[in-house]
């Protein structure tokens, strides 16, 4: 008797567990806790398999609903789904989706930088200013870094506040001296200035931009043949940006010495036949 029924809950035991299998998984590694669930998901994602990995993903964010890693490992598939996606209205649809899973990961106190950095690009893709100013100021405010007050500095201007753009772009002027954004703050306030109709503080801000922008360019040239190419790539683009600026300003107020150099400087970059 007893070993009939031994056999019987052995049975019963290998027929949950080969219920509870999943494609391609063996028995040993079925996921019973959000633990468990998340740690294979993650491994499938981890290794290249994320349409593998969503089922179980979603079961752990289902069975926990305070964990935040499973939501963000969603919220990075349907990124990267969108980022690949050519039909734009399948492409927003999923990075609908991945800002939905984002959220919720950082309404759990998630904040990775890289998430919101997908978090702003998303916002950006889907046309929403106000979204994308949200997280810009997050990841600024917790990432007090050079690139994050650039993009702080463009999402102010998208929102058209100009005066938050000038004052963040002020304060990054003046804490990354030596980053390869310095022309980008310049650039940005100048363009905010002209927008409030102050044309003279704009040309200055150029002018000092410009300066600021050749310098580092010959500081990192200064370096070698190690001399990092993206980062002069950069502050030649900011550089050409500025002086194209400067020749609107200059046309409208006919200055013909200031733009006739304007012009030679841009011809000599290449930016003007």
């Known amino acids: 008797m007893r070993r009939a029924a031994r056999t019987l809950m052995a049975g019963a035991a290998a027929f ?5 299998g999943g494609p391609g998984g063996s028995t040993s590694d079925v996921p019973l806790t959000a633990a468990s669930a998340y740690a294979r998901g993650h491994r ?13 993903l979603r079961r752990a964010a289902a069975l926990d609903s305070t964990m935040a890693d499973p939501l963000a490992d969603l919220g990075a598939i349907y990124f990267e789904r969108g980022a ?4 734009a209205a399948r492409r927003a649809d999923d990075y609908r989706e991945s800002r939905g899973f984002l959220a919720r990961a950082e309404d759990l106190g998630y904040a990775d930088a890289v998430m919101y950095d997908r978090l702003a690009e998303i916002c950006t893709e889907l046309h929403d200013a106000r979204g994308f100013l949200k997280y810009a100021r997050k990841s600024a405010e917790r990432y007090p870094y050079d690139r994050q007050y650039y993009n702080l500095g ?25 980053s390869q954004y310095i022309g980008a703050y310049y650039r940005q306030m100048a363009r905010a200035y002209m927008k409030m109709d102050r044309d003279q503080t704009a040309e200055r801000t150029l002018e000092t931009g ?7 360019i010959a500081a990192l040239r200064k370096g070698g043949t190690g ?8 502050l030649q683009e900011d550089r050409t940006g500025m002086l194209m600026l400067l ?10 010495d200031k733009l006739t150099q304007v012009e030679r400087l841009l011809k000599e970059a290449g930016a003007q036949k």
């Open 154 to 178: 463009v999402a102010y201007f998208d929102v058209e506040d100009w005066p938050a753009v000038v004052k963040s772009q002020r304060d990054a002027a003046e804490k990354f001296r030596q």
């Open 210 to 216: 410009m300066q600021a922008a050749e310098a580092r």
């Open 16 to 20: 949950l567990c080969a219920s509870c």
């Open 44 to 56: 499938l994602y981890e290794t290249g398999h994320p349409r593998e990995a969503e089922p179980d």
């Open 247 to 256: 020749k609107r300003l200059y046309t409208i107020y006919r200055e013909g």
């Open 84 to 87: 690949e996606e050519k039909d």
């Open 227 to 234: 001399a990092p190419a993206e980062e002069i790539r950069r």
